[in-house]
């Protein structure tokens, strides 16, 4: 093809591509309206699906379906006003029940969080909302370890509740990252990181916390914090399976959670693994081998019992070693920081624009690449290591009845 050819068609595409753009414009006054069809048709779309997933028997057509505990009595009135016939049953075993968190609201502004991974608890699982806000906000503050970034999220997303509180419905998000940036600054003032900790400390300025820097008090914490926060699942299996023998099987997974607590401190800060270190590990895995599947037959009881030990033994320890990850990705973007301030004392006073944007730009970007970071790390503690000990698989469905 020749140049006049290609440019022959270059400009055949920019005429139609002005064109189009000139046509989307002509409808784009309609485009409210075309929403709000749009919206009556999901909604009759919804209707008619479940209108033709009614059951038939001769000319008696019945629906099934769920409905909240409490609100039984205003569908057994709803039924007599109306002449229906209702039958009222607790779900089965087999069930597939949908899930309904009610939740007080200081722990309900969790639930953009559940919103964003898409995850919601079994009807007969455990809601852990309380633990994974408590323990998610510890796990920001962590990760994040900068008092002065902190402040930023908090003062944008101040900016941004003012500015759109009236526009949006569920305010909860911005309640979430005021707690999330509370936990950072508090942090950052412990361990004295405020836009890096390289000035702070040769301003002359204390952290409150001194211990805080000391890497391997910090690692050592991390994996204490591992153990109380897998503790914390197995204390609630057993509480739910009491008085079930089953539940001693947990205590027992307690006693080697600690244990892997102490072996990581040996084999990884190499701190002396206590005497009575061995003592939870027999009192531990006796108690799983023996209460993991109670029976009258002792042989099958205990090699059912080997057989859960074997498959997850490794996995304990492993786990509580994982949250030395709070400690490595805080340390990252601590570092981070601190380059970022020293590219920037390296120029004189005479750039005092390029120290400026280095800055900015620097700190931006570690602003900006945090909150993924605790996207990654401090949810998959709560999502997989956590639940896996608290016996949680998200194996739920919201609730969303059929409503105008």
């Known amino acids: 093809m020749g140049l006049k050819k290609m440019q022959a068609r270059l400009n055949e595409g920019i005429r139609v591509t002005e064109s189009i753009k000139n046509e989307i414009k ?102 852990i909302s309380p633990l994974f806000l408590l323990f998610l906000s510890l796990f920001f503050g962590m990760i994040i370890g900068d008092a002065g970034y902190g402040a930023v999220y908090f003062f944008i997303t101040f900016w941004l509740h003012k500015k759109f509180s009236q526009k949006v419905t569920d305010t909860r998000l911005f309640f979430l990252i005021y707690m999330f940036s509370a936990c950072a600054i508090f942090w950052g003032l412990l361990t004295g990181t405020v836009f890096g900790q390289e000035w702070y400390l040769k301003a002359g300025l204390k952290p409150f916390t001194p211990i805080l820097n000391d890497t391997k008090f910090l690692q050592a914490f991390c994996f204490f914090l591992g153990a109380f926060h897998l503790s914390l699942g197995h204390c609630w299996q057993a509480a739910r399976k009491t008085p079930s023998l089953t539940a001693l099987s947990d205590i027992g997974w307690i006693f080697v959670l600690w244990a892997a607590f102490f072996l990581a401190k040996t084999l990884i800060l190499n701190d002396p693994f206590p005497y009575f270190g061995k003592w939870f590990i027999i009192a531990g895995l006796s108690l799983v081998v023996l209460f993991s ?3 009258r037959n002792i042989f099958k009881m205990i090699g059912q019992g080997l057989g859960t030990v074997a498959l997850s033994l490794v996995n304990n320890f492993t786990d509580v070693v994982s949250y030395v990850r709070l400690f490595a990705v805080g340390l990252a973007g601590v570092a981070i920081a601190d380059t970022v301030n020293s590219l920037a004392s390296n120029f004189g006073t005479s750039n005092i624009l390029l120290k400026i944007a280095i800055v900015f730009v620097g700190h931006t970007i570690n602003i900006i690449l945090g909150p993924m970071s605790v996207l990654v790390h401090g949810i998959r503690l709560n999502v997989l290591e956590f639940s896996g000990h608290a016996g949680l698989s998200w194996s739920g469905v919201a609730y969303k009845p059929l409503r105008e």
């Open 26 to 127: 002509k409808y784009a006054c309609y485009l409210a309206t075309f929403l709000r069809t749009k919206k009556l048709l999901a909604k009759e779309l919804e209707f008619r699906q479940a209108k033709e997933g009614m059951g038939q028997t001769g000319s008696i057509m019945y629906l099934t379906g769920y409905a909240p505990y409490d609100s039984i009595n205003l569908l057994l009135t709803a039924a007599k006003n109306e002449k229906w016939g209702i039958l009222v049953s607790e779900p089965s075993e087999e069930d597939m029940v949908p899930t309904l968190i009610r939740n007080p609201r200081w722990i309900s502004i969790i639930q953009p969080v559940f919103k964003l991974i898409e995850v919601i608890p079994g009807y007969r699982e455990l809601d």
């Open 293 to 295: 599947s109670p029976q």
